[in-house]
């Protein structure tokens, strides 16, 4: 990379996929419907998305946070979207989320080869920039989004923006070199996500999950109607019925391997 411009470092790769058999995108609503929970994401609280690529049954985006309760952020996120795939589809959704800290420019840089890659590698087109719901062909200015971090990754590979497109496509042409899809399956960083949180939560109020990971093993703690607890090693999160004394049935949404 010949740029002086640097991105913000650590970043995160994220991972959201369905448990079960139903895709995590069925029409072309829903894609509209996760992409305006992603861009509040990204503009209520000053996350930058880097990249991402959504496919029928998998979600991959690059993102950098200042935040500590970022997968907080993510569970809400996941937690709406449930919620309109019940109003539109009636479908009882599962989702398993993975996560991985990047912290060194090459190995970003790499992370969005691979999350530009993933539509030709599973098939659904040859070329990714003929695939919509990827960050590939906006970087290429086929669309635009103003909330996609853009610039910076392409500065840092020339200050010249006809020279910087040039060789980001060249860069993004090859393979990428790191098989992050296993990183992702052998990591337990989607844990730490939403472990921490400033504040020190109490059953009952709806705040965030404990400080450490030991507070799973006493009791639940819930965040707006959220629930999280330790099963069977699993971190789960689950959909709090509104009235917590009724023995209506909680939800799954999503499970991260701890």
């Given at each position: 990379m010949t740029g002086r411009s640097k991105f913000c470092l650590p970043m995160r790769m994220v991972s959201i996929q369905p448990i079960d058999d139903y895709p995590l995108f069925n029409t072309y609503?829903?894609?509209?419907v996760f992409l305006s929970l992603v861009r509040e994401l990204i503009c209520s609280n000053r996350n930058k998305l880097y990249g991402f690529s959504w496919l029928s049954h998998e979600a991959v985006m690059l993102f950098h946070t200042p935040h500590r309760n970022f997968?907080?952020?993510l569970l809400k996120v996941m937690k709406r979207y449930y919620y309109w795939l019940q109003q539109s589809n009636h479908q009882q959704q599962h989702f398993r989320l993975q996560?991985?800290?990047?912290?060194e420019s090459a190995l970003c840089h790499d992370a969005l080869r691979y999350i530009h890659y993933r539509p030709t590698a599973t098939g659904q087109v040859k070329d990714a920039l003929d695939y919509h719901w990827n960050s590939y062909p906006i970087y290429q200015d086929f669309w635009q989004l103003n909330w996609l971090s853009c610039t910076e990754i392409l500065q840092s590979y020339s200050l010249n923006p006809l020279?910087?497109?040039?060789?980001?496509?060249?860069?993004?042409?090859?393979?990428?070199?790191?098989?992050?899809?296993?990183?992702?399956d052998n990591s337990n960083e989607a844990n730490n996500l939403v472990q921490h949180h400033e504040g020190n939560p109490q059953v009952g109020q709806k705040m965030a999950v404990g400080e450490s990971i030991q507070n799973y093993q006493k009791s639940h703690y819930y965040l707006d109607g959220i629930e999280a607890h330790l099963s069977n090693g699993d971190l789960i999160a689950t959909v709090a019925p509104l009235?917590?004394?009724?023995?209506?049935?909680k939800v799954h949404i999503l499970s991260a391997s701890v």
């Open positions: 609503r829903d894609y509209l997968g907080l952020q996560a991985l800290t990047l912290k020279q910087a497109l040039e060789s980001f496509r060249a860069y993004m042409q090859q393979p990428p070199l790191q098989d992050f899809g296993r990183q992702l009235n917590r004394h009724k023995s209506a049935s």
